[in-house]
């Protein structure tokens, strides 16, 4: 089995070398009115590349100097006559644009490519770095902005800390070095076999960036703590004196049953994201479910003929004397209480006993407790805002960052997320009236007392006899004309949010009075129609998740209740993460700690990624905690009891399990990639509270008011419901006959 997975892993790896592609960190999702404009401007005009690439070159004068200067404006047009290359669609000089700032210090230049920023050759960014250096070395300082010059993720270091701390919490909860490298080992091959085929795919499909980063965080996180439940039973089989291999065998059909189910949870959470209909994020789980799919089939496989090669080395660790455990009993539905030690099991009294047991006395107290320190921590989500990352969240001091903090200083915050109104001519009756009066409107709504638009750019400009022919021609062929709306806030602001429906409000009626009909597009109407998109599927894509994940969970515990009180807690979680995330990133609380030095809106796909990945994650702890309260309860142990020995059995594996999956996730908040700093983090926050205050805290207490009545389940429904022996209950009847 070893030999199988090692040559899996070397043929994907070469796979990647040889056929891979390139990634995207495009947004795109058809049949929107944002994308239709593109989609329009592309199909009458091919020559515009209105998705291509594009760059603003920033240039900046001496201090008591202007770019009008003869040698500053020689100077500039000499930087930007070494940008031309064969990708270059236009370069529109600062003085022709009027983009030079009032004091005349600063001034930047547009250069608009053929291609995409992933396809940009090294001759069109080598252009770029000339026309810098041309301008620096005539006294200017000149910086490059845009979508041309990205930024690196930094997903290696990211992962190398996520794997430090994992290290670090299985020797203490394994005691034993070479147990201890067994899940970083079974979990780092499912990821580079993962990771692999996901870059081999490539060759044949474009991707976004973010698919192999998510990929590597959720095989990553999962593989790991897959392979340590696995591997912490058996050090129990071991200790109750199992031979290795018998051990190992029911290992695997114990702890590896639970395993299955916990990660069918969350492939079916990711896979759900296919219903949305949106392509990046059905890549992103399709991704993502293909290394948690792969991150079984190893802790199943590979995991085991490990544990073969290492023999007794896997079984080593430091065992505590102490007291048996206090036994407690209760009726159905009585109270529980502590009766004393019981000595017939032998059982170390571990802290995870002592914490139940203190939980059953103060249940009610806990619960409320609980409750509402989640519903405190959720209060920031009413402030949520929603938006596309833009260059403001890129690092501090990187030639991006600064080309968009100058343009904003000296143009205002509007020039760095302008919006594009598109009139399609084509069945127009007069098509130049009807430009003309798209262009009134805007003017009329500009010059309102509350009105956001810093300037309306008309289609033309010039009164020119050339360019008014020019003109003409363009709505005689390509039947359309672009004006530019520059807003007085930023792309990412709420109010330039409003400034779209405002616009596309005062055009609605075009069609009716001329046949013309308008588009707006630019970042933040394609942020604002993606957002509404995502907004309308949810539902859709809550319903198929948490109802297939309900029905499994059902099957697997043959309870009603238990799978209800699982998916309330998951919306305590949630809530949690999210409104954490939004004090961070939204309003700036401590948000140095995870390297941001500016504020601003959440990422707009946040929501519904976290929704679809926490869930499969919480059901994981739902499934390891619970299947040992079961397992002791279909063995004839009252229910409170069993929910107390269930606990103290499972309690250190879990604990470990989410301190291991929060140090992962928590590695990827020092990127440079707003993505996955964000998406990290908000599952560093949900994984953390799902599982101490949830889990740990939340369930065990519902279950003991509850008793035994969180086990039941109508007698139709068990019939119709398959059982799923997730605690092996066949295996242990069978080896026990």
């Given at each position: 089995?070893?030999?199988?997975?090692?040559?899996?892993?070397?043929?994907?790896a070469?796979?990647?070398?040889?056929?891979s592609?390139?990634t995207?960190?495009?947004f795109?999702?058809?049949?929107?009115e944002?994308?239709?404009?593109?989609?329009?401007?592309?199909?009458?005009d091919?020559?515009?590349?209105?998705?291509?690439?594009?760059?603003r070159?920033?240039?900046?004068?001496p201090?008591?100097?202007?770019?009008?200067?003869?040698?500053?404006?020689?100077?500039?047009?000499d930087?930007?006559?070494?940008?031309?290359?064969?990708?270059?669609v236009?370069?529109?000089?600062?003085?022709?644009?009027?983009?030079?700032?009032?004091?005349?210090?600063?001034?930047?230049?547009?250069?608009?490519?053929?291609?995409?920023?992933?396809?940009?050759?090294?001759?069109?960014?080598?252009?770029l770095e000339?026309a810098?250096?041309v301008?620096e070395?005539?006294?200017?300082?000149?910086?490059v902005g845009?979508?041309?010059?990205?930024?690196?993720?930094?997903?290696a270091i990211a992962?190398?800390i996520?794997?430090?701390?994992?290290?670090?919490?299985l020797?203490?909860?394994?005691?034993?070095?070479?147990?201890?490298?067994?899940?970083?080992?079974?979990?780092l091959?499912?990821?580079?076999?993962?990771?692999?085929a996901?870059?081999?795919?490539?060759?044949?499909v474009e991707?976004?960036?973010?698919?192999?980063?998510l990929?590597t965080?959720?095989?990553?996180a999962?593989?790991i703590?897959?392979?340590?439940?696995i591997?912490?039973r058996?050090?129990?089989?071991?200790r109750?004196?199992?031979?290795l291999?018998e051990?190992?065998g029911?290992?695997?059909?114990?702890?590896?049953s639970?395993?299955?189910?916990?990660g069918l949870?969350?492939i079916?959470?990711?896979?759900?994201?296919?219903?949305?209909g949106i392509?990046?994020?059905t890549?992103?789980?399709?991704?993502g479910?293909?290394?948690v799919a792969?991150?079984?089939?190893?802790?199943?496989?590979?995991?085991?003929?490990?544990?073969?090669?290492a023999?007794?080395?896997?079984t080593?660790?430091?065992?505590?004397?102490t007291?048996?455990p206090?036994?407690?009993?209760?009726?159905a539905?009585?109270p529980?209480?502590?009766?004393?030690?019981?000595?017939?099991?032998?059982?170390?009294?571990t802290?995870?006993?002592?914490?139940?047991?203190?939980?059953a006395?103060?249940r009610?107290?806990?619960?409320?407790?609980?409750?509402?320190?989640?519903?405190v921590?959720?209060i920031p989500?009413?402030?949520?805002?929603?938006a596309?990352?833009?260059?403001?969240?890129?690092?501090?001091?990187?030639?991006?960052?600064?080309?968009?903090?100058?343009?904003?200083?000296?143009?205002?915050?509007?020039?760095?997320?302008?919006?594009l109104?598109?009139?399609?001519?084509?069945?127009?009756?007069?098509?130049?009236?009807?430009?003309?009066?798209a262009t009134e409107?805007l003017y009329?709504?500009?010059a309102?007392?509350?009105?956001?638009?810093?300037?309306?750019?008309?289609?033309?400009?010039?009164?020119?006899?050339?360019?008014?022919q020019s003109?003409?021609?363009q709505?005689?062929?390509?039947?359309?004309?672009?004006?530019?709306?520059?807003?007085?806030?930023?792309?990412?602001?709420?109010?330039t949010k409003?400034?779209v429906?405002d616009?596309?409000?005062?055009?609605?009626?075009?069609?009716?009075?001329?046949?013309?009909r308008?588009l707006?597009?630019?970042?933040?109407?394609?942020?604002v129609?993606?957002?509404?998109e995502?907004?309308?599927?949810?539902?859709?894509?809550?319903?198929v998740?948490v109802?297939l994940?309900?029905?499994?969970?059902?099957?697997?515990?043959?309870?009603?209740?238990v799978p209800?009180?699982?998916?309330?807690?998951f919306?305590?979680?949630v809530?949690?993460?999210?409104?954490?995330?939004?004090?961070v990133?939204?309003w700036g609380w401590?948000?140095?700690?995870?390297?941001?030095?500016?504020?601003?809106?959440?990422?707009?796909?946040?929501?519904?990624l976290?929704?679809?990945?926490?869930?499969?994650?919480?059901?994981?702890?739902?499934?390891?905690?619970?299947?040992?309260?079961?397992?002791?309860?279909?063995?004839?142990?009252?229910?409170?009891?069993?929910v107390i020995?269930g606990?103290?059995h499972?309690?250190?594996?879990?604990a470990a399990?989410?301190?291991i999956?929060?140090?992962?996730?928590?590695?990827f908040?020092?990127?440079?990639?707003?993505?996955?700093?964000?998406v990290?983090?908000?599952?560093?926050?949900?994984v953390?509270?799902d599982?101490?205050?949830?889990?740990?805290?939340?369930?065990?207490?519902?279950?003991?008011?509850?008793?035994?009545?969180?086990?039941?389940?109508?007698?139709?429904?068990?019939?119709?419901?398959?059982?799923?022996?997730?605690?092996?209950?066949?295996?242990?009847?069978?080896?026990?006959?």
């Amino acid at each position: 089995m070893t030999g199988i997975w090692a040559l899996l892993l070397l043929t994907v790896a070469i796979g990647a070398t040889t056929l891979s592609g390139k990634t995207n960190d495009s947004f795109e999702l058809s049949g929107i009115e944002s994308t239709q404009a593109f989609d329009l401007i592309r199909d009458r005009d091919p020559a515009a590349a209105p998705d291509g690439a594009t760059a603003r070159v920033v240039f900046q004068a001496p201090a008591g100097e202007s770019l009008a200067d003869p040698a500053n404006r020689q100077a500039v047009a000499d930087a930007l006559a070494t940008v031309e290359t064969s990708g270059v669609v236009s370069i529109v000089d600062p003085f022709a644009a009027g983009t030079i700032s009032e004091d005349g210090s600063t001034g930047y230049a547009s250069v608009s490519y053929s291609r995409s920023a992933v396809e940009l050759s090294l001759a069109d960014r080598a252009g770029l770095e000339a026309a810098r250096d041309v301008a620096e070395r005539a006294g200017l300082t000149a910086t490059v902005g845009g979508d041309v010059l990205g930024v690196e993720i930094g997903g290696a270091i990211a992962e190398m800390i996520g794997i430090a701390i994992a290290f670090v919490v299985l020797v203490v909860t394994l005691g034993s070095l070479i147990a201890a490298g067994m899940p970083l080992l079974t979990a780092l091959v499912g990821v580079g076999i993962g990771v692999a085929a996901i870059a081999t795919l490539t060759g044949f499909v474009e991707l976004s960036t973010t698919t192999p980063a998510l990929g590597t965080m959720l095989g990553l996180a999962v593989g790991i703590d897959y392979a340590l439940f696995i591997l912490s039973r058996y050090q129990a089989e071991v200790r109750q004196g199992r031979p290795l291999q018998e051990a190992a065998g029911r290992a695997v059909g114990t702890a590896g049953s639970a395993v299955v189910f916990a990660g069918l949870t969350v492939i079916i959470a990711l896979l759900g994201l296919a219903v949305c209909g949106i392509g990046f994020l059905t890549e992103m789980g399709l991704g993502g479910a293909f290394t948690v799919a792969l991150a079984v089939l190893i802790a199943l496989t590979l995991l085991p003929a490990l544990l073969g090669f290492a023999g007794t080395r896997a079984t080593k660790r430091s065992s505590r004397a102490t007291a048996g455990p206090v036994r407690v009993t209760a009726d159905a539905t009585g109270p529980a209480t502590a009766t004393g030690p019981d000595r017939s099991t032998g059982e170390p009294r571990t802290l995870g006993r002592r914490w139940v047991e203190r939980l059953a006395r103060f249940r009610w107290a806990a619960l409320v407790s609980g409750i509402v320190a989640a519903a405190v921590a959720a209060i920031p989500v009413a402030s949520l805002q929603l938006a596309l990352p833009d260059d403001s969240t890129k690092p501090a001091g990187s030639d991006v960052r600064v080309a968009h903090d100058l343009i904003g200083e000296h143009f205002g915050a509007g020039a760095n997320g302008p919006l594009l109104v598109v009139i399609d001519t084509r069945e127009a009756t007069d098509p130049a009236t009807a430009v003309a009066t798209a262009t009134e409107r805007l003017y009329a709504l500009a010059a309102r007392d509350d009105s956001n638009i810093a300037l309306v750019v008309p289609a033309i400009t010039s009164d020119d006899p050339q360019a008014l022919q020019s003109y003409q021609q363009q709505l005689d062929t390509a039947q359309f004309a672009t004006l530019t709306v520059i807003p007085r806030t930023g792309p990412s602001h709420q109010s330039t949010k409003d400034l779209v429906a405002d616009i596309r409000a005062t055009l609605t009626d075009l069609p009716g009075q001329s046949g013309a009909r308008a588009l707006v597009t630019g970042v933040t109407a394609i942020g604002v129609d993606i957002s509404n998109e995502l907004t309308e599927v949810f539902p859709l894509y809550l319903a198929v998740v948490v109802g297939l994940a309900l029905i499994l969970l059902t099957a697997v515990f043959r309870s009603i209740w238990v799978p209800v009180k699982a998916a309330l807690g998951f919306l305590l979680s949630v809530g949690v993460s999210l409104g954490a995330t939004v004090a961070v990133f939204q309003w700036g609380w401590l948000n140095e700690l995870v390297g941001l030095d500016a504020t601003g809106p959440v990422l707009f796909l946040l929501p519904i990624l976290l929704t679809g990945i926490l869930f499969g994650l919480a059901m994981d702890y739902e499934v390891f905690l619970v299947t040992r309260m079961r397992e002791a309860y279909v063995h004839g142990v009252p229910a409170r009891q069993a929910v107390i020995d269930g606990f103290a059995h499972s309690a250190r594996v879990v604990a470990a399990a989410a301190l291991i999956m929060v140090g992962v996730f928590a590695g990827f908040t020092i990127t440079d990639d707003i993505i996955l700093k964000t998406v990290g983090f908000a599952l560093a926050i949900g994984v953390l509270v799902d599982a101490f205050l949830v889990r740990m805290l939340i369930v065990p207490a519902v279950m003991l008011i509850v008793g035994q009545r969180i086990w039941w389940m109508p007698r139709w429904m068990s019939k119709l419901v398959p059982p799923l022996d997730d605690e092996g209950e066949a295996l242990t009847k069978r080896l026990a006959g």
